[in-house]
């Protein structure tokens, strides 16, 4: 796929990215675009680039804009997927993206981390969710080994880097309601928890 590491352009594509280096930081503004870049070649690795639903720039806010519910503007009155399509809407609405549209992008946030639900809600918010987890060493078999490294090579990614699950966890600890039962954020502040009172509770030796 020629040039796949040039990023779209526009002001949509602009303020997506400006509204997430100016809310998270560069570790997961780094892992966002990384997450883009993936979706775009799981798109071509499906045939899907000629797709009628195949939209680059709302795949652009969409994967860039996932992990706002992070930052600072969240409240952490809800969890972290709602509360970054919730962000990422205002900004789409800013920019006079149509409804459709704008509920389109809140979906693919608000389920990217819901696996075993994403990937059937239609094309946007399946990429947007592989793209996720591809950045993880998922779906490593949709595209050669050299062009995933290409995407590290541009947008590196700290060894043992905990940027992510350490702003979940930091979440999920806000409110209850921040980490209902069965969320990924509940999940990750049990793990956490958990580790905090063995290593407490843990004899010095």
Do not use: C
């Amino acid at each position: 796929m020629k040039d796949f590491l040039v990023l779209p352009r526009g002001k949509l594509a602009d303020a997506s990215l400006e509204t997430a280096r100016s809310s998270v930081n560069r570790a997961i503004v780094d892992h966002s675009i990384r997450s883009f870049l993936f979706a775009r070649l799981l798109a071509d690795h499906e045939g899907a680039l000629d797709d009628a639903d195949y939209d680059e720039d709302l795949l652009f806010a969409a994967a860039v804009m996932h992990d706002l519910g992070l930052g600072e503007r969240a409240t952490g009155e809800s969890r972290f997927e709602v509360e970054g399509a919730d962000l990422a809407a205002a900004v789409l609405r800013r920019h006079g993206v149509a409804e459709r549209d704008v509920d389109r992008v809140w979906e693919a946030i608000a389920l990217h981390a819901s696996v075993g639900i994403a990937h059937r809600r239609g094309l946007l918010t399946s990429l947007t969710h592989k793209g996720v987890f591809a950045d993880t060493g998922r779906f490593t078999d949709a595209f050669p080994d050299r062009l995933r490294q290409e995407v590290f090579d541009a947008y590196p990614k700290p060894p043992g880097d905990r940027s992510i699950v350490n702003a979940i966890v930091a979440h999920a600890a806000r409110s209850e309601a921040a980490a209902p039962p069965g969320s990924l954020g509940f999940e990750l502040l049990r793990q956490y928890r958990e580790a905090e009172r063995a290593r407490v509770g843990r004899p010095e030796g």
